[in-house]
């Protein structure tokens, strides 16, 4: 089997090698347990339906009944958070997985052959590096139309540029060494290099970048969503909480604060557990 218990062991033993990636895989644990039972369940299992209003009073605040208080609305708060979770892991990991596959094997292509093909990809990244993310992404959900799935896929069309460049680089350092040779020698097919010996142990390095990365597409997609590129009035999402709390930002602020850090929050969860990550495979290369 591909996926075995020791493959399991060994991976959970990298993702809690420290204090940093313990803390992170804590809170990256626990947004993928919600994402998957709200997502799997549906609403049913929340405590009140986040699309209810007058649950309690407007306004109230954090109690026993509603942890988080409730909103303008008397919508519970607390509710709401959990159901705006499964399209946060839905888009970032979407989003995360299409770059990596994408990017890593067109660097992987770039950099094992080289040449004019390498050339095409450099310059095609750098467009996307001079050009701000956010900005690319805002032309490109205008063009395709609002909502969750055209924001994924707006994302995935301009998120791979990094991992093409970080794949070309991991390409040119190995298909000079000598397992890469002898696959040559031994008439193995090109694609089959590229697959088994290049992009493969390029996954490593690719891993642990999309760790650090998914971050970085929540806090981005919590943006357009803040902008309203996202999910239409009454559904939940943190982006759009934050919005619609933001003109009673002095009269109750926490509407605006506690979606805004659970945003931070599960953000800092990745980047904990990517650098965790990060450092042990550096101390075990080190130590190779």
Known sequence: MIVSIKNIKNALTLMTSNTESKIGFAIVSLFITVALVVGIVGWSILPYNPLKIYTAPPFSPPSLAHPFGTEQLGRDVFSRILAGTPIDAYVSFFVVAVALLLGGFLGSVAGYSGGLADEVLMRITDVFFTIPTLLIAIVIVFILGTGPVNIMIALAIIWWPPYARLSRAEALRLKN????????????????????????????????????????????????????????????????????????????????????????????????????????????????
């Open 177 to 288: 060494m000598n397992f890469v040779k002898s696959a040559r020698l031994s008439n193995l097919s090109t694609l089959t290099i590229l697959l088994r010996h290049i992009f493969r142990v390029s996954l490593t390095t690719l891993f642990v970048y999309a760790t650090l990365d998914i971050g970085t597409v929540i806090l981005t997609y919590s943006g357009l969503s803040y902008l309203g590129l996202s999910v239409r009035f009454p559904y939940p999402d943190w982006g759009v909480m934050v919005a619609q709390a933001e003109q009673y930002i002095f009269f109750d602020p926490s509407l605006a604060l506690i979606p805004a850090i659970v945003i931070l929050v599960v953000a800092l969860g990745f980047i904990l557990l990517g650098d965790g990550i990060k450092a042990r495979v550096q101390q075990q290369r080190g130590m190779a």
